[in-house]
Nanobody, 115 residues
Framework: QVQLVESGGGLVEPGGSLRLSCAASGSGFSIFGMGWHRQAPGKQRELVALITSGGSTNYVDSVKGRFAISRDNAKNTVYLQMNSLKPEDTAVYYC?????????WGQGTQVTVSS
């Protein structure tokens, strides 16, 4: 079984920073791609960032230059460093991992950017 547990969301003022973490628990599987999605109220879920097993990254245009995705393979963990946060970044953020068992999703963590 694969389970993902997220942490690091919260309330931050515009221009602030947050770091999200997502750790996979379980055994007997390999992890390939990892990513972060988000869903704002009344909007569809969108892919924010992804990182391949080889370390290549890709971002949605709206976060380029502000967000950075990284992974620690030894810890089965993916991170999302979010800087220069804007009110439009407010959403529930979900991590995602493509594993040899199944595609796994985190439970979601709320990020609210407001003064």
């Amino acid at each position: 079984q694969v389970q993902l547990v997220e942490s690091g969301g919260g309330l931050v003022e515009p221009g602030g920073s947050l770091r999200l973490s997502c750790a996979a628990s379980g055994s007997g599987f390999s992890i390939f791609g990892m990513g972060w999605h988000r869903q704002a109220p009344g909007k569809q879920r969108e892919l924010v960032a992804l990182i391949t097993s080889g370390g290549s990254t890709n971002y949605v245009d709206s976060v380029k230059g502000r967000f950075a995705i990284s992974r620690d393979n030894a810890k089965n963990t993916v991170y999302l460093q979010m800087n220069s946060l804007k009110p439009e970044d407010t959403a529930v953020y979900y991590c995602y991992m493509a594993t040899s068992i199944r595609a796994a999703w985190g439970q979601g963590t709320q990020v609210t950017v407001s003064s």
